[in-house]
């Protein structure tokens, strides 16, 4: 069953509304590299759009109505918005979810190192990453260095043109034979990305007495810039969250300027587009719920993973400022809730076709994305939608003019993979994914298909209105 490419099919008006939401896209996913940054952003378009904070409706013991607009801050790193809708919460709400972290580098507590007069940072690398593709290519850092005085610093270096920026370096060819006959996953090992950040030795006076500095001189230059810089001490980096990323904007992709490459893109593709599609939205019949969420790429685990009780915690305290008061009443709304699971897919890449089973996968410009289920070969993890919900997504993006496909994650034997629907399903809901194919998935920088982002935006509009 083919699908139509959605680039044939747009008036000028789609096309206009495509580049416009796709520049806003770009801006966002080039200026917010890390959860807390994506969380910030959001935060700060849904004030503008007229949300409020639930924490102030909760302490001002201000009763919920339909069309109250109202969100909540999990440190930061997680943001749940929440149009009412007219309906009772109780016969369920219609959620899309989407993580806003993404595979990275993170620098370790203790990280800084000289050796043979070169500094560097120690790092962990941060869900599933090709090693080797994070060498010989500029980076930034970005994240924030909490001190024990209870000040946060926030860090961004190597994104602006005056910046300075990082890199990990990698081994000449003419000396790589043996590396060469290295397997992919050994070719750099993950205690080799260590991020060159300083050369030049600071020079210690006569008569001055610096054990640290004459020891390593470079290192010490590099904690001094630190200090200089952003007030901190290497002390203060145990307490530090910072990430490495690649630096540089988000850029159009291909001669016709159809596509966008940029860091990020799983899983903030989807995330930009459910985060404008729950403020564009009109009042709603069901309350429209949009849920940005961290840890996805590691499990969805700790404080701040959609398998915390944030999001149930949440729904409990707004049902009690709606009047829908009792255990019963949250159990029964989440039971009888609607959810697309908002995460990118595996896009048919001609170049590696072996893996790809042509008839069940994904094509960039043919829309957006559902997967029955995803997993591991046999489903393994996966959460597999029923037919019947799968059928009310059809009519409901038939009947908006959205164009959509189906895919699995790669042949069955192939791999596979994960998302948090599996979570949310455990509360009896119906949940599906669904997202943005991806070329390049995991990579520093990723490609997709603004057609396939404006149907996503599109898409999850015509999904709120659900009924």
Same mark, same amino acid.
């Given at each position: 069953m083919e699908r139509p490419n959605a680039w044939k099919d747009y008036t000028e008006e789609q096309l206009d509304q495509l580049h416009y939401l796709c520049e806003g896209y770009k801006a966002f996913i080039s200026e917010n590299k890390t959860e807390r940054e994506c969380c910030a952003a959001a935060v700060a378009m849904a004030e503008e759009a007229g949300y409020v904070s639930l924490e102030s409706r909760i302490e001002e013991g201000r009763r919920l109505v339909p069309g109250d607009k109202v969100y909540a801050v999990n440190r930061d790193k997680t943001l749940m918005l929440l149009q009412l809708g007219t309906e009772p919460l109780e016969a369920g709400v219609n959620i899309l979810g989407a993580h806003v972290d993404s595979p990275r580098l993170d620098v370790k507590q203790d990280p800084v190192d000289e050796k043979n007069e070169l500094a560097t940072l120690d790092t962990h690398y941060y869900g599933g990453v090709k090693k080797y593709q994070w060498v010989a290519m500029p980076l930034a850092i970005h994240g924030v260095v909490a001190k024990k005085d209870g000040t946060v610093v926030s860090v961004v270096i190597g994104e602006d043109d005056d910046d300075p920026v990082f890199c990990i370096t990698d081994l000449l060819p003419h000396l790589a034979s043996e590396q060469m006959g290295k397997k992919a996953t050994e070719v750099i090992e993950g205690e080799m990305l260590d991020v060159l950040v300083g050369n030049r030795p600071i020079v210690v006076k006569e008569g001055e007495k610096d054990g640290d500095a004459e020891k390593s001189p470079v290192k010490a230059g590099v904690l001094g810039i630190l200090r200089d810089l952003l007030d901190i001490e290497e002390e203060d980096l145990l307490s530090a969250e910072l990430e490495v990323v690649p630096a540089g904007a988000a850029r159009d992709l291909g001669l016709d300027r159809s596509m966008i490459l940029g860091y990020g893109q799983d899983d903030r593709v989807c995330a930009y587009t459910s985060l404008v599609a729950q403020l564009d939205a009109e009042a709603p019949a069901r309350t429209a719920v949009t849920l940005l969420v961290d840890k996805e790429e590691i499990g969805s685990v700790g404080a701040t993973g959609m398998t915390s009780r944030f999001f149930e915690n949440t729904m409990a305290e707004v049902l009690e400022l709606a009047g829908e008061t009792g255990p019963l009443a949250l159990r029964r709304c989440l039971a009888n809730s609607n959810m697309?699971? +908002?995460?990118? +897919?595996?896009?048919?890449?001609?170049?590696?076709?072996?893996?790809?089973?042509?008839? #069940? +996968?994904?094509?960039?410009?043919?829309?957006?994305?559902? #997967?029955?289920? /995803?997993?591991?070969?046999?489903?393994?993890? +996966? #959460?597999?939608?029923?037919?019947?919900?799968?059928?009310? @997504?059809?009519?409901?993006?038939?009947?908006?003019?959205?164009?959509?496909?189906?895919?699995?994650?790669?042949?069955?034997?192939?791999?596979?993979?994960? /998302?948090? %629907?599996? @979570?949310?399903? /455990?509360?009896?809901? #119906?949940?599906?994914?669904?997202?943005?194919?991806?070329?390049?998935?995991? %990579?520093?920088?990723?490609?997709?298909?603004?057609?396939?982002?404006?149907?996503?935006?599109?898409?999850?509009?015509?999904?709120?209105?659900? %009924?």
């Amino acid at each position: 069953m083919e699908r139509p490419n959605a680039w044939k099919d747009y008036t000028e008006e789609q096309l206009d509304q495509l580049h416009y939401l796709c520049e806003g896209y770009k801006a966002f996913i080039s200026e917010n590299k890390t959860e807390r940054e994506c969380c910030a952003a959001a935060v700060a378009m849904a004030e503008e759009a007229g949300y409020v904070s639930l924490e102030s409706r909760i302490e001002e013991g201000r009763r919920l109505v339909p069309g109250d607009k109202v969100y909540a801050v999990n440190r930061d790193k997680t943001l749940m918005l929440l149009q009412l809708g007219t309906e009772p919460l109780e016969a369920g709400v219609n959620i899309l979810g989407a993580h806003v972290d993404s595979p990275r580098l993170d620098v370790k507590q203790d990280p800084v190192d000289e050796k043979n007069e070169l500094a560097t940072l120690d790092t962990h690398y941060y869900g599933g990453v090709k090693k080797y593709q994070w060498v010989a290519m500029p980076l930034a850092i970005h994240g924030v260095v909490a001190k024990k005085d209870g000040t946060v610093v926030s860090v961004v270096i190597g994104e602006d043109d005056d910046d300075p920026v990082f890199c990990i370096t990698d081994l000449l060819p003419h000396l790589a034979s043996e590396q060469m006959g290295k397997k992919a996953t050994e070719v750099i090992e993950g205690e080799m990305l260590d991020v060159l950040v300083g050369n030049r030795p600071i020079v210690v006076k006569e008569g001055e007495k610096d054990g640290d500095a004459e020891k390593s001189p470079v290192k010490a230059g590099v904690l001094g810039i630190l200090r200089d810089l952003l007030d901190i001490e290497e002390e203060d980096l145990l307490s530090a969250e910072l990430e490495v990323v690649p630096a540089g904007a988000a850029r159009d992709l291909g001669l016709d300027r159809s596509m966008i490459l940029g860091y990020g893109q799983d899983d903030r593709v989807c995330a930009y587009t459910s985060l404008v599609a729950q403020l564009d939205a009109e009042a709603p019949a069901r309350t429209a719920v949009t849920l940005l969420v961290d840890k996805e790429e590691i499990g969805s685990v700790g404080a701040t993973g959609m398998t915390s009780r944030f999001f149930e915690n949440t729904m409990a305290e707004v049902l009690e400022l709606a009047g829908e008061t009792g255990p019963l009443a949250l159990r029964r709304c989440l039971a009888n809730s609607n959810m697309l699971s +908002s995460d990118v +897919s595996a896009g048919f890449d001609p170049t590696f076709a072996s893996v790809f089973e042509p008839k #069940n +996968s994904c094509y960039l410009g043919h829309g957006l994305t559902f #997967n029955k289920y /995803t997993g591991a070969r046999g489903k393994s993890g +996966s #959460n597999d939608a029923d037919a019947e919900y799968l059928a009310t @997504i059809r009519r409901v993006m038939d009947e908006g003019g959205v164009h959509f496909q189906t895919a699995e994650l790669g042949k069955v034997d192939a791999g596979g993979g994960g /998302t948090i %629907a599996y @979570i949310l399903a /455990t509360y009896g809901m #119906n949940v599906v994914d669904c997202g943005v194919p991806v070329l390049s998935m995991h %990579a520093p920088w990723e490609a997709t298909s603004k057609a396939d982002v404006y149907e996503a935006y599109r898409g999850y509009q015509e999904f709120l209105k659900l %009924a």
